[in-house]
């Protein structure tokens, strides 16, 4: 079992809609990372928290640490957030989630 | 662009070759990272350097070999590879080595294939 589980791993989704990525996680962390990856490869770091919520435009990320639970919801979703989210919490060492594949359709 | 390059961005390679993959990153960091990404699995931590000198090796295997000559710069050394072993092979530097509140800042990657 994995130490980090995402929810879904595939989503579809229409321009427009809001949309929830879920992670939660079975170890203890300091930190956790939410990472967008677009197809070709390339990795980019979206958000770090330790608690509470964060905001970047369209982009929302909130973490419960008694849960061991976090979301990544984006607002307004549009064809270019069409990616690779994935969770990754960092304790003694990174552990990474299988990532959640979004595709929003015009 | 994440300051992080990597090269080549695709590489295809026979079980008894021997190739290089090179990653450098400009960002005046101080830890590397050598990640390997195969379908429907998490990445995985493959090297990791610190001021050139390597922290911690999650038991790869020895057909792997990584190098750090400098700490802007990063190889991966292959040889007699398997066909398990295609897969996307990702950079990473970071201001420090530990991970609690460094971000990580990912190159492009390398997509392998070993035929």
């Known amino acids: 079992k994995n130490e980090v589980e995402q929810s879904p791993q595939n989503l579809t989704a229409q321009e427009g809609e809001f949309i929830t990525i879920n992670c939660s996680y079975s170890v203890g962390i300091s930190a956790l990372h939410w990472l967008q990856q677009h197809p070709g490869g390339g990795i980019v770091s979206l958000f770090m928290l330790s608690s509470g919520k964060k905001k970047h435009g369209r982009l929302i990320a909130t973490i419960n640490i008694q849960e061991k639970h976090s979301s990544l919801h984006i607002t307004a979703s549009h064809p270019r957030d069409s990616a690779v989210y994935i969770c990754?919490?960092?304790?003694?060492?990174?552990?990474f989630g299988t990532g959640t594949s979004l595709t929003v359709i015009p | 662009e994440t300051g992080v390059t990597q090269t080549p961005r695709h590489l295809v390679m026979g079980m008894t070759n021997k190739k290089s993959l090179k990653c450098e990153q400009h960002?005046?960091?101080?830890?590397m990272y050598w990640y390997k990404q195969s379908a429907k699995k998490p990445l995985e931590l493959m090297f990791v350097y610190s001021l050139e000198e390597r922290v911690e090796n999650n038991s790869v295997p020895s057909r792997f070999s990584p190098e750090c000559p400098n700490s802007s710069h990063l190889f991966l050394h292959l040889h007699t590879l398997q066909p398990e072993d295609s897969a996307l092979y990702l950079c990473?530097?970071?201001?420090?080595?530990?991970?609690?509140?460094?971000?990580?800042?990912f190159g492009a990657g390398t997509r392998l294939s070993v035929l």
């Open positions: 990754a919490v960092a304790g003694n060492q990174f552990y």
């Open positions: 960002l005046g960091h101080n830890a």
């Open positions: 990473a530097s970071s201001q420090d080595p530990g991970t609690a509140k460094n971000i990580q800042y």
